[in-house]
């Protein structure tokens, strides 16, 4: 039984060095134009890790090759999956997003399985996301991602501008 079904709908990378994954990432996958958000803030009240609340601030710019959404997040500040990620193996190939049909089913049927959520939030109404441990799938993680009509908007402002 799958926890989520659907095609993926982004691939994400944590980095060193935000500016420099962008060139390279656009020269070798043929990326759009990046859209760098510096400095974003995942605060306590919205944000957990590892079943605690958490409060970190990361560096993310997202690009589009065709209708995959490409994803880097550099972390600056606290501990989160991103800095867990980066100490444990350096940068690299972090995680697969999935979009769900229903977010909170697919939540419950993999805490049926067994299979750890290791980090979750809520981008003000506009987006929740769950990162599931990935391990049994070959990838650190997987994340399911609810996305709400705002951030749609801003996600294909960014591919029109990537074509």
Known sequence: MSVAGGPVTQ?????????????????TMGAGAWTRMPEVHFGPETCTYRGQPADFTAHISLAYQGDTQLELIQPVRGTSIYTEFLERSGPGLHHLCLEPADFDAALKDAAAQGIEIVQQGDMGGQMRFAYLDGAAAGV????????????????????????
Do not use: C, H
């Open 11 to 27: 691939i994400a990378w944590v980095v060193a060095d935000v500016g420099s994954a962008e060139t390279y990432l656009g020269a």
């Open 140 to 163: 650190p993680f997987l994340e399911l991602a609810e996305i709400g009509p705002n951030m749609r908007m801003f996600f294909d402002q960014i591919k029109k501008g990537a074509r």
